[in-house]
């Protein structure tokens, strides 16, 4: 009967593998041919109405895609790629027969469908899945109760499918170090931008010239007589966030790699990294970066713990020296901000003060707004209105400038106890971690700790761009909780 079985089995498999090699002949064939169209213009004028060289690079980088996923061993890797390091452009649309269609529902709808046809489906649900219906459900009921409905459920959905996603890609031998490298390349390209941004005092335009925008006397982002850049992003803050996370990573990497000139490449890109964080401005995303930085430190094995740290206070000392001598007296006003944050408001000590006095005006007027709906709050994207009525009218971008007050005052306990299962789920999974991949555990706690810090005093995760981010930490989290735990070293 085993022998049976066995033979069963191995014919299902090997059916299957004939099946997913038609599938990648045919995909690879697809590819070819509609490359092939595309050079020559052809695609672009069938698919958009006015055609651009920016849409033209779109109509050959799509068939191409579709080549290489049919071609690669791990195809699921290279839309993984560039859903990371598109995420900061992800909303950016191009119109196809009058529909307008995101960049990165493009890439995500992409990466499902490799994943269906490529990846074996499990029967059952993982933990990590459970815990995420079970968030599903205690919005539901926020979500039906706000506006900008359709944008939820594509927010929600979209976090859940880059998650699992990553998960999938993590699960695959040196999957995990590729995510994360992936990561750190996304940051050091923000980066990058952001110290051009600065330094020249133009905006990058992806439809036109980098030097059709400037920063411009009404640039509303501001800090002292000093711009804040915003690499790709919405603002400073959403791109102060992401940096932040993925530093705590860049030692991860480094110390993951073996080869001496990708650690040191690493190590450059940090640098990077950092003084990019450093001209953002954004000082919680500074407290996170480096708080995530000295867990991830404490956390590693203790033969690379001593190494990794000398290196990180050298590097430190040279970001820090060179986002100094760029920003001058504005980084240390801000920084003094960081422990003395409205202690300027009737002085002229301290630049900006009245940021910090309105933002503890909103929380408390988003916590006053719990109180009066504390079970399932007022609705997902209904806080504006409320907040400007209790404040005076002085709230920015519809929000209360803390994750957690958001999520209480719009969601209320429905939405505070969803907040906090998945905080557990990704603490459960990096504590597990640590007996399955030290490094990576300690990588991803400093990211957390990260994202933890900059969520009390922003609400950036709210859009796609920041939350696509976000949600690669908790699928590298959702690796590591359904990981193989190493069997423990026989003396």
Known sequence: MRRTLATEDSLVIESDTAVLDWIRVGLVALGAVGTVVALPGLLAHELFRQPTLTKYIVSV??????????????????????IIVCAPIGTEAATFSGV????????????????????????????????????????????????????????????????????????????????????VASALIQAIIAIYEYKT?????????????????????????????????????SFGNVLALALPLCVYVACSVKR????????????????????????????GGAVGVVVTLVLLPGGQRQRATFATLVLAAAAIAAGSASLGLNLSQRAETILHPTSGANSNSVANPGEDVGRTRIW??????????????????????????????????SQAQSVYFQVLAEAGICGGLALV???????????????????????????????????????????????????????????????????????
């Open 201 to 237: 005092g133009h905006l990058i335009n992806l439809y036109g010239s980098a030097g059709a925008q400037s920063f411009g006397q009404d640039y509303f982002f501001t800090f002292g007589t000093a711009n804040r850049p915003v690499g790709l992003f919405n603002d400073p803050n």
């Open 260 to 287: 001496l000139l990708l650690k040191v490449m690493v190590a450059m890109s940090a640098v990077a990294i950092a003084v990019g964080l450093t001209l953002s401005l954004s000082r919680m995303s500074w407290v």
């Open 100 to 183: 307008s269609t995101p960049l990165q529902a493009v890439l995500v709808g992409l990466g499902v469908a490799v994943a269906v046809f490529m990846t074996p489906l499990k029967g059952r649900l993982s933990p990590t899945a459970k815990i995420a219906v079970v968030v599903v459900v205690l919005l539901i009921e926020p979500t039906l109760a706000g506006t900008d409905g359709l944008f939820n459920v594509v927010w929600i959905a979209a976090i859940l499918t880059t998650g699992w996603l990553v998960s999938l890609v993590a699960s695959e031998p040196g999957g995990g170090l590729f995510v994360c490298g992936a990561l």
């Open 364 to 397: 408390g007027a988003a916590l006053s707004i719990f109180a009066e709906n504390p079970i399932v709050g007022v609705g997902l994207n209904r806080i504006d209105p409320l907040l400007a009525r209790k404040t005076g009218g002085i709230t920015q971008y």
């Open 421 to 491: 299962l998945t905080i557990l789920a990704v603490t459960s999974a990096i504590v597990r971690g640590i007996r399955v991949d030290r490094r990576l555990a300690a990588g991803l706690a400093g990211s957390f700790i990260a994202i933890l810090l900059g969520w009390t005093t922003d609400y950036t995760v709210h859009q796609i761009s920041v939350g696509s981010f976000v949600a690669v930490i908790f699928g590298l989290a959702a690796f590591l909780a359904g990981a193989t735990v190493k069997p423990p070293a026989q003396s």
């Open 61 to 82: 980088l799509a068939p191409l895609s579709i080549l290489l996923v049919g071609a690669l061993r791990h195809p699921l890797r290279l839309v993984i790629g560039a």
